[in-house]
């Protein structure tokens, strides 16, 4: 069974856990990673563009010209795709950009994206924060302490208000309760902080 060293908010070690083999130790499925994501930044479209066909510009409801002895082209409305003005062939219309996955792919993808970041070395695991109030500038502490830069990823206890308020205005930080990960928040950064609560709630949850 793989260990992972648990870290303070000073960045110091306060011990280990057992991660969960079913769910660290597993090959990273690519293909149904990538599948889980594009359905989740799919059915994030908002699908409201639109167009109007002919039938819907308003006017020419007169034939422009009579048929024949003009010369020209037989027209029957003013309004017909080839004019200007007139209305759209195959636009967009409003829709739902949405498809399904099924819940055993949803969580396959969630564990293979936890086991690669722990391959890459872009996992690690904390004590609870202990914030006594709200305050950005403790965050800002906790991140140098772990020597975290670029784009991170913060899963937290669900009744960890006090360190997602704190954590929340840090430009390259995106934290979130532990109950609402998805495979996209958990593979769209460089690096991936777990506390002890929500490692303990994903090992319930995927294991």
Same mark, same amino acid.
């Given at each position: 069974m793989?260990?992972i060293?648990?870290?303070? /908010?000073?960045?110091?070690?306060a011990?280990?856990?057992? @991660?969960a083999?079913?769910?660290f130790?597993?090959?990273? $499925?690519?293909?149904?990673m990538?599948?889980v994501v594009?359905?989740? &930044?799919a059915?994030w479209?908002s699908? *409201?563009?639109n167009t109007l *066909?002919?039938?819907k510009?308003?006017?020419? %409801?007169r034939? #422009?010209?009579?048929?024949?002895?003009?010369g020209?082209?037989?027209?029957g409305t003013?309004?017909a795709?080839q004019w200007r003005g %007139?209305g !759209?062939?195959?636009? #967009?219309?409003? &829709?739902?950009?949405?498809? #399904?996955? $099924?819940?055993?792919e949803i969580?396959?993808a969630?564990?293979s994206a936890l086991?690669?970041?722990?391959?890459?070395?872009?996992?690690?695991?904390v004590e609870?924060?202990?914030?006594?109030?709200? &305050?950005t500038?403790?965050?800002?502490?906790v991140?140098?302490?772990l020597?975290?830069?670029g &784009?991170t990823? !913060?899963l937290?206890?669900?009744?960890?208000?006090e /360190?997602?308020?704190?954590?929340?205005? @840090?430009?390259?930080?995106? !934290?979130?309760?532990?109950?609402?990960m998805n495979?996209?928040?958990l593979?769209?950064n460089? $690096?991936?902080?777990?506390?002890?609560?929500? @490692?303990?709630y994903?090992?319930?949850?995927l294991?």
């Amino acid at each position: 069974m793989t260990t992972i060293d648990i870290l303070n /908010a000073s960045g110091e070690k306060a011990g280990t856990a057992e @991660l969960a083999a079913t769910v660290f130790d597993i090959e990273p $499925n690519v293909p149904v990673m990538h599948q889980v994501v594009r359905a989740q &930044r799919a059915s994030w479209r908002s699908g *409201t563009s639109n167009t109007l *066909t002919r039938g819907k510009v308003r006017g020419g %409801g007169r034939k #422009p010209w009579r048929q024949k002895g003009t010369g020209r082209a037989r027209q029957g409305t003013i309004r017909a795709p080839q004019w200007r003005g %007139g209305g !759209v062939v195959f636009g #967009p219309h409003p &829709r739902s950009y949405a498809f #399904p996955v $099924n819940k055993k792919e949803i969580k396959l993808a969630m564990r293979s994206a936890l086991a690669a970041k722990l391959a890459d070395g872009q996992l690690t695991v904390v004590e609870d924060f202990k914030f006594e109030k709200p &305050r950005t500038k403790d965050a800002v502490a906790v991140m140098n302490a772990l020597k975290l830069e670029g &784009r991170t990823t !913060v899963l937290i206890g669900d009744d960890a208000v006090e /360190a997602f308020l704190s954590f929340r205005n @840090l430009p390259k930080v995106t !934290v979130m309760p532990c109950t609402a990960m998805n495979t996209y928040d958990l593979l769209d950064n460089k $690096n991936l902080v777990l506390t002890e609560t929500a @490692l303990k709630y994903i090992e319930e949850v995927l294991a």
